[in-house]
């Protein structure tokens, strides 16, 4: 027998039945129906697609990535900027965007009628270059690297947005690295190394893969620079995967136009491929912005800059977290962490007590004042994907205990309250992934 379902077929009737389960599963986890459900973000009609309204659950979240990503990067040597969301359109003549990409950047004026035309900026790279160049640098300020939180806008056509994968306005966790060329590989190792870590702590390491992005050697006028300086890039960038035993495949024609790069991608539920991370080397383009450092010897030199995402774009990050995890995120990501649940209205006080305590250890709480059972708030709390859920009555208030259950271990019997808060702050600050041992019916 053989049945068709969305051009797939099938020989059998089981496996028919699993792809079914399969699309339900995809139905479930699609972030652009489960973020909305979850109350995550919003779109709305007269604001316009491709630009979601994050909602206060998953500000929180963003928030919560964004906190952690900036101090990483600061620990990593990073400093930070605040440059702004358009300039004039004589700065992006000079970056060659004005010329190749005006078509995809929202333009305020005409240039026939205004003195002067702005445009919403599509990257923060030539920001950051007049932050360097703000004063003359010598070799041993070399390397810097400068980080940014940076929203940036890309105006695309209205039939390909989606959810928070495909928008015209979204925020990166944008950074420049100005570097010697002697200190070029070692610089790019750390980029790498910097979004390892990232995936690793948010548990998507093995669902990724590695591209290094070359450049179309039939269509060289696409590019800028020799043909030399492209192989020799792309030598060497091959040899900092070797060494770092990432394993990689490679594909023509997805390089910038100024240089070869590595792309850190992943599927979403459809199995569509998205990049969720790019290092990008770049050996021309300090040329064109008139950057140097001045060497031992007095000499002008050219810097090499490194173009970089540490976690990408955080809507996209987002949605592939919600899509990873179908909404049940590690303890420390969750916009809700504990749900106090009292039995009944006498036990407020107390509830209010235990709450106040996890308020002072940075945990994100609320209680469930409402005049229900507490098995029907049990069940709200789970449908909410609250991570723990913390009984209150009688007894708990006279020994000073709460009662846990968990959507990790189910019932986890009382704890002492000084206990449970040493617990989920230790979870939240290792940025542990529990893992679901005991699956409830709702
Ligand atoms: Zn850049």
Redesign the pocket.
Known sequence: MLTRVYGTAFTKNAELDEYLVYLEDIKKRDHNKLGREMELFTTVDVIGQGLPLLMPKGTKMIQTLQRWIEDEEERRGYVRTKTPLMAKSDLYKISGHWDHYKEGMFVLGDEKVDKEVFALRP???PF?YYVYKNSQKSYRDLPLRYGETSTLFRNEDSGEMHGLTRVRQFTIS?G?LIVRPDQMDEEFKGCLDLARYCLKTLGVEDDVTYRLSKWDPNNTAKYIGTVDVWEETQDRIRKVLTELEIPFYEEEGEAAFYGPKVDIQAKNVYGKMDTMITV?W?ALIAEQFDMYYVDQNGDKVRPY?I??TSMGCYERTLAWLIEKYAGLFPTWLCPEQVRILPISEKYHEYAKKVKEELQNNNVLVTIDERAEKIGYKIREARLDRVPYMLVVGQKEEEDGVVSVRSRFLGDEGQKPLADFVDDICKEIRTKEIRKIEVVENN
């Open positions: 990257m923060t790279c950051q944008e420049h990008q770049d800059i173009h970089r």
